[in-house]
């Protein structure tokens, strides 16, 4: 398994701001996942990020509002940029194990006001 | 593309009762992998079971178990001797194997909120 942790835990925005959220893993992994999750709501799976490449985004992503960095094996981070009230969600850091499951970080909590 | 479907919004059950959550899948792979997962009002995602889509056998961890249905694409989780600290967010997810640009990608359901009382 792996363990994840993920800065910071929440924070509350104004809109127009920015926020890096920063995940980090105790094992060098070579994929990183970044899901959202809206209240109420399932997770979506905001874009894939690998170390030494561009990250690669999902339909209705784009890394204008979303950069991601990979600078190594275990860290990444994921910037929401010029937030609006829509953004505000948990976002999830995740990567996948050796028999195909996912490990989640706990989360980080946007609330843009 | 892949969906995952769950109709049930919320269910309930008491505690030492059993209860099982509906899921159903949508996709044209023949290998995959499928999982629960528990989203705790901490928001952690936990891991609750697994299956390999090429085994036939429904996997089971301690009082959880899942009925896999391939052919129904259907995977329903059964909980047993329900315990107040299994109330959370259920997500059903499926994932395909490596090898495709998909690898590691998770899609979820639209989740299943579970009560339990005492």
């Known amino acids: 398994s792996a363990v994840i942790s993920q800065k910071p835990s929440r924070d509350i925005c104004q809109r127009g701001t920015s926020l890096t959220i920063q995940c980090q893993v105790d094992?060098?992994?070579?994929?990183m996942f970044w899901y959202r999750q809206q209240p109420g709501q399932s997770l979506t799976l905001i874009a894939t990020?690998?170390?030494?490449?561009?990250?690669?985004?999902e339909s209705g992503f784009v890394i204008d509002k979303f950069p991601i960095s990979r600078p190594n094996l275990t860290f990444s981070t994921l910037t929401v940029s010029n937030m609006s009230p829509e953004d505000s969600s948990i976002y999830l850091c995740?990567?996948?194990?050796?028999?195909?499951?996912?490990?989640f970080g706990p989360g980080t909590r946007l609330t843009v006001t | 593309a892949q969906t995952v479907t769950q109709s049930q919004p919320e269910m309930s059950v008491q505690e030492a009762e059993t209860v099982t959550l509906s899921c159903t899948y949508d996709?044209?792979?023949?290998?995959?992998?499928l999982f629960w997962y528990k989203q705790p009002p901490s928001r952690q995602m936990i891991l609750v079971i697994r299956q390999e889509a090429y085994k036939q056998q429904n996997a089971t961890e301690n009082r959880f178990s899942v009925n896999f249905q391939k052919a129904a694409k259907s995977f329903s989780l059964k909980i047993s001797d329900s315990q107040l600290g299994d109330a959370a967010m259920y997500f059903c997810a499926y994932t395909p194997p490596a090898g495709g640009t998909s690898y590691g990608k998770l899609t979820f359901g639209q989740g299943t909120i579970l009560t339990v009382h005492p």
């Open positions: 990020a690998n170390q030494g490449s561009e990250a690669t985004y």
């Open positions: 996709t044209s792979e023949s290998d995959y992998y």
């Open positions: 995740s990567v996948v194990g050796a028999t195909y499951e996912q490990y």
């Open positions: 094992s060098q992994v070579t994929m």
